[in-house]
């Protein structure tokens, strides 16, 4: 039954995996926005921004 349980685990990672890589671009963009945005009110707002960006072009990249 773990043999199972490792499988679904497996399944599951691989389909949000999937899912994030085909959201790669969205994740890039909302990043992209709020770091523009953000700055006004916060840096750390907009450095999140730009991390957000950074992981959805990395994600896109290996999807």
């Not at 926005?33 to 957000?52: E, N, R, T």
């Not at 072009?57 to 290996?62: E, G, K, M, N, S």
């Amino acid at each position: 039954m773990i043999d199972g349980h490792r499988a679904a685990r497996q399944s599951i990672g691989s389909m949000i995996a999937t899912f994030l890589a085909r959201r790669g671009f969205d994740i890039s963009s909302f990043g992209g926005m709020l770091a523009v945005l953000g700055y006004p009110l916060s840096v750390s707002l907009s450095q999140g921004g730009l991390f957000l960006a950074l992981l959805g072009w990395v994600l896109h990249a290996i999807g």
